[in-house]
């Protein structure tokens, strides 16, 4: 089955810094691969999320990069605010299921 | 409201007490899953759903039975629960397994 990797598990940065969070995934055959935000108490959402066929992909201060070859993708969240802080889970998709990774807690300081 | 429920969303038994956490979405969606998220390990997948009467095991199924007879919802089961099944527990649905899983509020089970 899928494995993904997620680094690091605790990041912080300061107010207005950047931050990336990098994924990596065992199965070639995966073609979907979203960033969900859990904040503390709360579900996990969606916040991005890229296709195989796509190198790149922003939504104002996030984004993610994908590399099929080395089959890994990160996220960069730039300007990070304190209401960043959360825990953040990459996952990878296949044909039938979605694998995640095992979370990064964000600490952004004011 | 376009929503994923489940109930309870607090749960206490005791070891052997079989037990059913509700899953209901209104969003008319295909694809059901259940969730565990246990401290350091992350989401990990129980089962999932691609459509009415079809059902598969996850990642760690052992313990867990799952039922879908109609489209909108997707029990849990925990037949004979034991502590190691003491989780916070996420059911999300999906239009596609490709797209936005929207997860309903959890249920936290702790197994005495």
């Known amino acids: 089955g899928e494995n993904v990797e997620q680094h690091p598990s605790t990041l912080s940065v300061q107010e207005g810094d950047s931050a990336v969070i990098k994924c990596t995934y065992s199965?070639?055959?995966?073609?979907?691969f979203p960033w969900y935000k859990q904040e503390l108490g709360k579900r996990p959402q969606l916040i991005i999320d890229?296709?195989?066929?796509?190198g790149e992909k922003k939504d104002q201060r996030i984004a993610v990069t994908l590399n099929k070859t080395a089959k890994h993708f990160s996220l960069h969240i730039t300007e990070t605010q304190p209401e960043d802080s959360a825990v953040y889970f990459c996952?990878?998709?296949?044909?039938?299921?979605?694998?995640f990774g095992k979370g990064t807690m964000l600490l952004v300081s004011p | 409201e376009a929503q994923v429920t489940q109930n309870p969303r607090y749960l206490i038994t005791v070891t052997g007490k079989k037990l059913t956490v509700t899953c209901s979405q209104n969003?008319?969606?295909?694809?059901m899953s259940w969730y565990r998220q246990d401290p350091g390990l992350g989401l990990r997948q129980i089962y999932y759903?691609?459509?009415?009467?079809?059902?598969d095991k996850g990642d760690v199924p052992e313990g867990y039975k799952v039922s879908r007879k109609e489209k909108r919802n997707f029990p849990l089961i925990l037949e004979s629960p034991s502590p190691n099944q003491t989780s916070l527990y996420f059911c999300?649905?999906?239009?596609?397994?490709?797209?936005?899983?929207?997860f309903g509020p959890g249920t936290r089970l702790t197994v005495l």
């Open positions: 759903s691609m459509n009415v009467e079809v059902t």
């Open positions: 996952a990878a998709s296949g044909y039938s299921t979605l694998t």
């Open positions: 999300a649905s999906s239009s596609t397994l490709w797209g936005e899983q929207f």
């Open positions: 890229i296709r195989s066929n796509v």
């Open positions: 199965d070639s055959a995966s073609n979907y």
């Open positions: 969003m008319n969606h295909e694809y």
